[in-house]
């Protein structure tokens, strides 16, 4: 049973840092490509960044230069570290893999991400 589980959520000022992170389970690690996406009320889910196995990374223009994805195979979790954040940032924030030849995806629950004063 393939299981992604989000942390590290919660609220945050303006200008400081915060980390999420999501362990994968069930799920052969080396073979998906790992994304995070947001998605703010109203909005529609965006991807922020995306790690391939080979370590290719995609960032979407809003966070690049603030936003770093990595990936550690030997605990098999993704996190993005997220710096000088603001409220445009806040969202709900989703784990995602997909397989890199099948296609076949899968999301964690989400963890909401608020920045405000």
């Known amino acids: 049973q393939v299981q992604l589980v989000e942390s590290g959520g919660g609220l945050v000022q303006p200008g400081r840092s915060m980390t999420v992170s999501c362990k994968a389970s069930?799920?052969?690690?080396?073979?998906?490509?790992l994304g995070w996406y947001r998605q703010a009320p109203g909005q529609q889910r965006e991807l922020v960044a995306q790690?391939?196995?080979?370590?290719?990374?995609d960032y979407a223009n809003a966070v690049k230069g603030r936003f770093t994805i990595s990936r550690d195979s030997t605990k098999s979790t993704v996190s993005l570290q997220m710096n000088r954040l603001h409220p445009g940032d806040t969202a709900q924030y989703y784990c995602?893999?997909?397989?890199?030849?099948?296609?076949?995806?899968?999301w964690g629950q989400g963890t909401q991400v608020t920045v405000s004063a």
């Open positions: 790690i391939t196995p080979g370590g290719k990374i």
């Open positions: 069930g799920v052969l690690f080396a073979l998906y490509t």
């Open positions: 995602n893999a997909e397989q890199t030849i099948t296609r076949q995806q899968y």
